[in-house]
């Protein structure tokens, strides 16, 4: 018999207890209008999340969060295809060292706590816990421990409680202040920061900002707040959109062997190579002799052609370097 209930009565957190301290297993769906998402438990594990009810293909999921790119999914799927179809997509990756197993396992399971802290923001809506209903065969599972779900996902209710007060909704511009605030002196940023900051071009929301650095949207979102406070950003723009209030779609891990159409034998292509993606190291302070573009990663010279002047305001970013120098 399915336990059904509702989100005022009994909150995820509270359910989630529950859950690691019976070791269930099972599944959670959790429903409100025009929106649904579903977790899946083994003995008391978060193993497997989605939303929405769309899948995700597992090839899709690496590129979208820039572990590989779209021609090396398109070669791993041709050797599927011509020479290895019983061999999930997820092994070829691996055998053809594209990827490491290791970091397919980090990514699906930053996806499914990605999804999973999505919901603590949930504050309505209908659950309904099946017991020993197990993931779709295809999806990728990873073992989460439900207690560190837990004291992670009130954490971030409590942050993104703070964010609003600057940050109305993921789909606000963000562009840099005319005249930087003092604190923006001898400023140090971490990588992830650094990745954030080269995106901010007063075009962008903080949802694509998200969507460019392969970061959570919670991760950006707390970044742009730090920026906000120091005086480097200021929000430029702030469409009436949905507000942020972890209801944006997510998908689920889903089809590590999946098929798609293919146009050429695997034996006509050569294996692309990995891309290698540079990083800034951390704590990196700004230095005006970096580039910060589109096209170049932060504290790294530019190797490619310089962004077109209405995309990112020269002078702009000038008078900021010339305040943060100054110190």
């Known amino acids: 018999m399915a336990l059904v209930g509702n989100l005022k009565d009994f909150g995820l957190a509270e359910f989630l207890y529950l859950v690691d301290r019976g070791y269930k297993t099972g599944r959670l769906t959790l429903q409100r209008p025009g929106d649904r998402a579903e977790l899946y438990f083994q003995t008391g594990k978060l193993v497997y999340a989605s939303h929405f009810g769309q899948e995700e293909r597992l090839g899709d999921m690496l590129v979208r969060m820039g572990r590989i790119s779209q021609e090396q999914v398109n070669y791993a799927l041709r050797i599927q295809h011509t020479r290895e179809p019983n061999k999930p997509l997820g092994a070829l990756l691996v055998s053809n060292n594209i990827i490491s197993t290791d970091e397919i396992n980090k990514c699906v399971r930053l996806q499914i706590e990605d999804i999973t802290y999505g919901l603590f923001n949930w504050n309505e809506g209908d659950f309904k816990f099946e017991q020993d209903v197990q993931p779709p065969p295809e999806s990728l599972t990873i073992p989460l421990s439900v207690e560190n779900i837990i004291m992670e996902g009130t954490r971030r209710i409590d942050e993104w409680t703070r964010i609003r007060d600057r940050i109305p909704?993921?789909?606000?511009?963000?562009?840099?202040?005319?005249?930087?605030?003092?604190?923006?002196?001898?400023?140090?940023?971490?990588?992830?920061?650094?990745?954030?900051?080269?995106?901010?071009?007063?075009?962008?929301?903080?949802?694509?900002?998200?969507q460019l650095t392969h970061l959570s949207e919670f991760d950006v979102a707390r970044?742009?707040?730090?920026?906000?406070?120091?005086?480097?950003?200021?929000?430029?723009?702030?469409?009436?959109?949905?507000?942020?209030?972890?209801s944006y779609p997510r998908t689920g891990l889903a089809s590590?062997?999946?098929?798609?159409?293919?146009t050429a034998p695997a034996s006509a292509v050569p294996p692309p190579s990995v891309p290698q993606r540079a990083q800034a190291p951390a704590n990196a302070q700004y230095n005006p002799g970096y580039a910060v573009g589109m096209n170049a990663a932060p504290g790294i010279p530019a190797q490619s052609a310089p962004l077109p002047p209405q995309t990112f305001k020269k002078s702009l970013i000038r008078r900021i370097i010339d305040a943060i120098s100054r110190r």
Do not use: C, M
């Open 223 to 246: 970044i742009l707040y730090g920026f906000l406070s120091a005086g480097l950003v200021i929000i430029s723009k702030q469409p009436p959109q949905a507000a942020l209030n972890g």
């Open 169 to 210: 909704n993921l789909d606000v511009v963000v562009r840099f202040s005319d005249q930087p605030h003092e604190k923006a002196k001898g400023v140090n940023l971490t990588p992830d920061e650094w990745r954030v900051f080269a995106r901010i071009n007063g075009l962008h929301s903080i949802r694509q900002i998200a």
């Open 256 to 262: 590590p062997n999946a098929s798609r159409p293919v």
